[in-house]
T-cell receptor, first 114, second 108 residues
Framework: EPEVTQTPSHQVTQMGQEVILRCVPI?????FYWYRQILGQKVEFLVSFYNNEISEKSEIFDDQFSVERPDGSNFTLKIRSTKLEDSAMYFC????????????FGPGTRLLVL | QKEVEQNSGPLSVPEGAIASLNCTYSDRGSQSFFWYRQYSGKSPELIMFIYSNGDKEDGRFTAQLNKASQYVSLLIRDSQPSDSATYLC????????FGTGTRLQVFP
């Protein structure tokens, strides 16, 4: 069964450093998403991406965040200057249609900012 | 601010019982509603989605939607210890908005 993959599974970084989280969506999917979940809190939408551009972004997705689809398979989330409060689990998701029942989540990257 | 509210639990039920999980949402224009299961440290896994008022059944799971009351529920029949997880309600308003989840504990 096709699945969304994410690397790395865990990332530890120093405050102020840049991190890039990588995702490989399901191959025929066209819609891509990033969510985050701070420990013990709810899953929060960050950004959606379609046709090589951002479709929608949340208030959380400020100028320190960016997304890119550098080739036909990867979808990345870059955090330019990490803060302590960026520590969270980051989930990538993809879907083949706009409707969310086709949205599959990756296993997540746990980011710890020290 | 569009909100999705759930009781955080834990909801404890004995094995074989029916577990009832509830969710309310604030955006009356919401059209799509989802239940995800999330095991500790894992990603959300879609269990059911529902668009129309009424009940939708899939195996041991039944989703119920009442748009007039802005209320969605999930019933799990014949609960098993393996059902112990956090159940997330989510609403699609151009993006998925999640509730905080209800922790379900099924004891043998």
């Amino acid at each position: 069964e096709p699945e969304v993959t994410q690397t790395p599974s865990h990332q530890v970084t120093q405050m102020g450093q840049e991190v890039i989280l990588r995702c490989v969506p399901i191959s025929n999917h066209l819609y891509f998403y990033w969510y985050r979940q701070i420990l013990g809190q709810k899953v929060e939408f960050l950004v959606s991406f379609y046709n090589n551009e951002i479709s929608e972004k949340s208030e959380i997705f400020d100028d320190q965040f960016s997304v890119e689809r550098p080739d036909g398979s990867n979808f990345t989330l870059k955090i330019r200057s990490t803060k302590l409060e960026d520590s969270a689990m980051y989930f990538c998701a993809s879907s083949d249609r706009r409707l969310s029942e086709t949205q599959y989540f990756g296993p997540g990257t746990r980011l710890l900012v020290l | 601010q569009k909100e999705v509210e759930q009781n955080s639990g834990p909801l404890s039920v004995p094995e074989g019982a029916i577990a009832s999980l509830n969710c309310t949402y604030s955006d009356r224009g919401s059209q799509s509603f989802f239940w995800y299961r999330q095991y500790s440290g894992k990603s959300p896994e879609l269990i059911m989605f529902i668009y129309s008022n009424g009940d939708k059944e899939d195996g041991r799971f039944t989703a119920q939607l009442n748009k007039a009351s802005q209320y969605v529920s999930l019933l799990i029949r014949d609960s098993q210890p393996s059902d112990s997880a956090t159940y997330l309600c989510a609403v699609d308003t151009d993006k998925l908005i999640f509730g905080t989840g209800t922790r379900l504990q099924v004891f043998p």
